[in-house]
């Protein structure tokens, strides 16, 4: 059976961190949406964002119809993770949502700050951009995903997403699919 991991959560919560290391390990393909994302649009809005999701959930349907176990870095605001959901039971694969969070707000907080005055790229989300961002991000609901708290040590969290990934009969809750799922609409 293939296996299909999503990596949700804001900017500066350590999914990246996590996703590579588990590619390098496990040697699966991770699809990035910063990796997809050329240049953000100074008014980027909702159906920018859309296009640009629905590239990224492409790639990863061309991977799971190539029988390939997969891994996605991306926000999933909301009714992203649901499409994502559905491509996983459309090609009978393990739905493995990880959501990642800080739960140290100061700590969080220069995370983001270290992060933006040290890389050169100034597309990277700033603590107020997150702000902005946090209003529209759908909470994850207990017992739909493995919550990873990047307040913790990095090496506890891998051990135990390694474990939620590879362990066989792993039981989580469906997302629950509240209003219909229109492919291109995954925000609003």
């Known amino acids: 059976m293939t296996t299909l991991v999503i990596f949700s959560g804001l900017p500066g ?6 996703a590579a290391r588990l590619a390098r390990e496990l ?16 008014q980027a809005d909702a159906h920018f964002w859309d296009t640009q999701i629905q590239s990224l959930l492409s790639l990863t349907e061309a991977q799971l119809k190539l ?44 995370r983001v700050t270290t992060r933006f005055d040290a890389l050169p790229d100034q597309a ?15 909470p994850w609901e207990a017992n739909t995903a493995l919550f990873m708290d990047a307040a913790k040590p990095l090496d506890q969290n891998y051990a135990a997403l390694l474990d939620f990934v590879t362990r066989p009969g792993v039981r989580i809750e469906p997302l629950p699919v509240d209003r219909p799922l229109l492919k291109g609409i995954y925000h609003g």
């Open 13 to 18: 919560t350590g999914k990246s961190s996590l």
């Open 67 to 110: 029988g390939l176990n997969v891994l996605v870095d991306s926000v999933f605001m909301g009714s992203d993770r649901l499409h994502a959901q559905e491509l996983a039971r459309r090609y009978d694969a393990a739905f493995r949502p990880i959501y990642c969070c800080l739960s140290d707000e100061l700590l969080w907080q220069q």
């Open 124 to 138: 990277v989300a700033t603590w107020d951009d997150i702000q902005r961002q946090r209003a529209f991000f759908r």
């Open 27 to 42: 040697r699966w393909p991770l699809l990035c949406i910063d990796d997809l994302v050329v240049r953000v649009p100074a």
